[in-house]
């Protein structure tokens, strides 16, 4: 069984077979360790370095001479030209030559014998010229026996301690009703993919000690498959495009390429993400209809929206409203920003109660591309600062945007007002930094005017009922991620580009300081950026880097590099564990690719042809019939092997050699382990 096809799921099969059969076979099929980047699920190993292959014609020319030589040895054998008859001696002491000559018996057992003898000759020389090798690679009934065997055939049924549908681990601690419970709902048909893998993660939570162990218990006896529900109630997508494993957390993009330029452990295996190379951060390049959107960002959010739905995993995705990232019911909060359907909002200074923290995420999200921004007199951050703090102390609330861009515009009568109820309040060091405000309105190298540029984008009627902060509308927070929550936003790109592109850099600076104060680092959370046109800043990359020790990592899709600035561009590729370069990639994104995959070392044979000179006459004569003949001088092949360092992957084969639908992959999982560059099929 391959795996779970579209719209297929453990359990929900629409077949004859028994209930629950489809979900035992799945559960049942070998997963074993392999190297990152392998889809595990039925996955048979290969050898790391590729076994010697004999060449082929070199192959068929030693069986025919070791067949000549055979039949040679026979022949002067049997007609007494090696030492006579001695070979014959066995036979003889059994059947005389008079009984051969006189009874039918005595010529079979000569002929028996021969035939044992010829047997003899034909293993010894067969094995001299490799006949069984010759037979595995081109005799037709050998392929089909091999394409037979490597066929998908239901694995043999496991014993009652090793079969994972009886639950072994709970009855090894002695929670025999409970693994009743569940190899029944298993049995029947009740329990599918996305439940095993959630009560898997409730148990290894009473493991850890966070779940009381009584609790487990009651709620399975209880509620069977459907204990410990996501806080949606959902179990499972209303349809799936790609497949994917649960038991390992891996979905499947493609199939590596039998190439030589692939590590041979690879080639010819299933090529799958999972948490553990998400969470070092991915970045992707190529250009429009590469299929980043639908071979990669889509089953990748697929895969997170399983996994949210397992308690394993919180999601954020994020893309223009067009883009086809997965159904809306995929999703628990669909955020359509610019839309005036939107049932949900962003909180525009992410959840926070801290001036200080608030104004970073606004700063880095405003001006945080800009280079003139951090080369002014005084930081964005501290001038946001100036502002937010004093009004938080006067409202217990944030500015919205009009009033935000109305004190950075340096208002007299909101400013003054703002100084009066601090005033008024006693806050006097806040009161310093409303009249530090004001001294500064104006001055050279002041990054208000900046602010208030950026701030008129979202200062827009389209955005009017968004990023409310009188705490009448239901803004997301990115504090949820502490949750097993599936977050979709829809940028406005086409309508509103600036602002969509302020907005995705203010959901990934909220994002990268959200999850590294989580409680819970066990759940795996992850943002995935459709289009990262322009959010890769200075701070950014920083924060990227920091993501791994937090259980958490980015998507960046990139049409190109240049969207990037040039001093960012190293940096960021280092910054990820896995690159990935779709075809039609830019030679100049083929050279960042090519430097940061390195080099390696590669055996180069060079073969040199030179002429042959003849000294003699008869030689002469020969070389100049062949020349007459074939039209070329005799020459002599002279070849040298040598060790060189070449590029992994040149940036003019990334550019012009990768076929469409292909992409190049490195990958790097959280224990360090690597993969180098592979090419790999995402059609299949």
Same mark, same amino acid.
């Given at each position: 069984m391959p795996g779970w096809g579209p719209g297929a799921s453990p359990g929900g099969s629409v077949s004859a077979r028994p209930p629950g059969a489809d979900f035992l076979d799945w559960l049942r099929t070998p997963r074993p360790p392999a190297l990152p980047g392998i889809w595990r699920f039925g996955h048979r190993p290969r050898p790391e370095a590729e076994p010697e292959q004999t060449p082929g014609r070199q192959l068929v020319s030693g069986a025919v001479i070791a067949l000549l030589v055979g039949w040679l040895f026979w022949s002067l054998l049997y007609n007494g030209f090696l030492w006579g008859d001695w070979w014959l001696l066995p036979v003889r002491a059994l059947a005389p030559t008079s009984l051969k000559e006189s009874t039918t018996w005595g010529t079979a057992t000569f002929y028996l014998y021969y035939a044992i003898v010829i047997v003899l000759v034909a293993v010894v020389v067969g094995r001299l010229g490799r006949w069984p090798e010759l037979w595995r690679r081109y005799s037709p009934w050998s392929r089909t026996r091999r394409e037979t065997t490597s066929s998908a055939s239901p694995p043999p049924a496991p014993t009652p301690q090793e079969d994972p549908a009886q639950w072994p681990e709970l009855r090894a601690a002695g929670e025999h009703a409970v693994a009743d419970r569940l190899a029944d709902e298993a049995f029947a048909g009740r329990l599918r993919d996305v439940d095993h893998a959630r009560l898997v993660r409730a148990w290894r939570s009473v493991q850890s000690g966070q779940l009381p162990v009584e609790t487990f218990r009651r709620d399975v006896l209880r509620d069977g498959a459907a204990a410990f529900p996501h806080p949606s109630g959902r179990r499972d997508l209303p349809a799936r495009s790609v497949p994917h494993d649960l038991a390992t957390g891996q979905v499947r993009l493609g199939a590596t390429l039998d190439d030589a330029r692939n590590a041979y452990a690879y080639r010819t295996a299933g090529f799958a993400l999972g948490s553990e190379l998400l969470a070092t951060s991915l970045v992707a390049v190529g250009p429009a209809g590469s299929g980043k959107t639908g071979a990669l960002v889509r089953p990748v959010a697929e895969a997170l929206c399983l996994q949210a739905l397992a308690g394993r995993a919180a999601v954020v995705v994020v893309g223009a409203e067009?883009?086809?990232?997965?159904?809306?019911?995929?999703?628990?909060?669909?955020?359509?920003?610019?839309?005036?359907?939107?049932?949900?909002?962003?909180?525009?200074?992410?959840?926070?109660?801290?001036?200080?923290?608030?104004?970073?995420?606004?700063?880095?999200?405003?001006?945080?591309?800009?280079?003139?921004?951090?080369?002014?007199?005084?930081?964005?951050?501290?001038?946001?600062?100036?502002?937010?703090?004093?009004?938080?102390?006067?409202?217990?609330?944030?500015?919205?945007?009009?009033?935000?861009?109305?004190?950075?515009?340096?208002?007299?009568?909101?400013?003054?007002?703002?100084?009066?109820?601090?005033?008024?309040?006693?806050?006097?060091?806040?009161?310093?930094?409303?009249?530090?405000?004001?001294?500064?309105?104006?001055?050279?190298?002041?990054?208000?005017?900046?602010?208030?540029?950026?701030?008129?984008?979202?200062?827009?009627?389209?955005?009017?009922?968004?990023?409310?902060?009188?705490?009448?509308?239901?803004?997301?927070?990115?504090?949820?991620?502490?949750?097993?929550?599936?977050?979709?936003?829809?940028?406005?790109?086409?309508?509103?580009?600036?602002?969509?592109?302020?907005?995705?850099?203010?959901?990934?600076?909220?994002?990268?300081?959200?999850?590294?104060?989580?409680?819970?680092?066990?759940?795996?959370?992850?943002?995935?950026?459709?289009?990262?046109?322009?959010?890769? *800043? =200075?701070? !950014? &990359?920083?924060?990227? @880097?920091?993501? #791994?020790?937090?259980?958490?990592?980015?998507? $960046? +899709?990139?049409?190109?590099?240049?969207?990037?600035?040039?001093?960012?561009?190293?940096?960021?590729?280092?910054?990820?564990?896995?690159?990935?370069?779709?075809?039609?990639?830019?030679?100049?994104?083929?050279?960042?690719?090519?430097?940061?995959?390195?080099?390696?070392?590669?055996?180069?044979?060079?073969?040199?042809?030179?002429?042959?000179?003849?000294?003699?006459?008869?030689?002469?004569?020969?070389?100049?019939?062949?020349?007459?003949?074939?039209?070329?001088?005799? *020459? =002599?092949? !002279? &070849?040298?092997?040598? @060790?060189?360092? #070449?590029?992994?992957?040149?940036?003019?084969? $990334? +550019?012009?050699?990768?076929?469409?639908?292909?992409?190049?992959?490195?990958?790097?999982?959280?224990?360090?382990?690597?993969?180098?560059?592979?090419?790999?099929?995402?059609?299949?």
């Open positions: 067009s883009a086809g990232l997965g159904r809306a019911d995929n999703y628990d909060i669909v955020i359509r920003l610019g839309h005036p359907d939107s049932v949900y909002d962003l909180d525009l200074y992410g959840g926070t109660h801290d001036a200080e923290e608030a104004a970073t995420f606004l700063a880095e999200a405003l001006v945080g591309d800009l280079p003139q921004a951090s080369s002014s007199g005084r930081r964005p951050s501290t001038v946001l600062a100036q502002v937010l703090g004093p009004f938080r102390a006067v409202h217990g609330r944030f500015p919205s945007v009009a009033e935000l861009r109305l004190l950075l515009d340096g208002s007299p009568k909101h400013l003054a007002a703002l100084r009066a109820a601090l005033a008024a309040a006693g806050h006097s060091a806040l009161l310093r930094d409303v009249e530090s405000r004001e001294r500064q309105a104006g001055q050279p190298g002041d990054a208000a005017p900046l602010l208030v540029d950026r701030l008129a984008l979202l200062d827009r009627p389209a955005f009017a009922d968004f990023f409310d902060t009188s705490g009448e509308g239901t803004p997301f927070s990115f504090r949820a991620l502490d949750h097993p929550v599936r977050v979709r936003i829809e940028l406005p790109s086409r309508s509103h580009p600036d602002a969509a592109r302020v907005l995705a850099r203010l959901v990934l600076a909220q994002f990268t300081a959200s999850v590294l104060v989580r409680g819970d680092v066990s759940l795996f959370a992850c943002l995935a950026l459709d289009d990262a046109a322009g959010v890769v *800043t =200075a701070e !950014s &990359v920083r924060g990227i @880097q920091s993501l #791994r020790s937090a259980h958490a990592g980015v998507l $960046l +899709a990139l049409r190109t590099l240049d969207d990037v600035p040039q001093e960012l561009r190293a940096p960021l590729l280092g910054a990820v564990g896995c690159r990935m370069a779709l075809s039609g990639v830019a030679p100049r994104d083929g050279q960042d690719f090519a430097a940061a995959w390195g080099t390696e070392w590669r055996e180069i044979r060079d073969v040199t042809d030179r002429q042959i000179v003849a000294d003699e006459p008869l030689t002469k004569v020969s070389h100049f019939l062949r020349k007459a003949i074939t039209g070329k001088a005799p *020459t =002599a092949q !002279s &070849v040298t092997v040598r @060790q060189v360092e #070449r590029e992994r992957w040149s940036a003019s084969e $990334l +550019a012009h050699a990768l076929p469409p639908g292909h992409a190049v992959v490195s990958l790097t999982t959280v224990r360090g382990e690597h993969a180098p560059p592979l090419l790999v099929d995402l059609r299949h």
